[in-house]
């Protein structure tokens, strides 16, 4: 069973939706999402990446 990418739409499998008891994803750092946005879905592993590093550089508010 495979997840699309809630960014670029590639397909992946992700590990909690086929039943493992955890995921690639759960090794990263958590991902914080800005005030009001909801959460979609999963994200492939390079638009995590960029994500995570987008949100390490971005200035503390």
Same mark, same amino acid.
Request: hydrophobic content about 35%.
């Given at each position: 069973?495979t997840?699309?990418? *809630?960014?670029? !739409?590639?397909?992946?499998?992700? !590990? &909690?939706?086929? !039943?493992?008891? *955890?995921?690639? +994803? ?6 914080? /999402?800005?005030?009001? $946005? &909801? &959460?979609?879905? +999963?994200?492939?592993s390079?638009? /995590?990446?960029?994500r /995570?590093? &987008?949100? *390490?550089?971005?200035? $503390?508010?």
């Amino acid at each position: 069973m495979t997840t699309r990418c *809630t960014d670029c !739409g590639t397909a992946f499998v992700c !590990g &909690a939706v086929v !039943g493992h008891s *955890t995921c690639w +994803c759960m090794e990263k750092p958590t991902l914080t /999402l800005e005030p009001g $946005a &909801a &959460a979609v879905g +999963c994200y492939c592993s390079t638009c /995590l990446e960029q994500r /995570l590093s &987008a949100q *390490t550089s971005a200035p $503390a508010a």
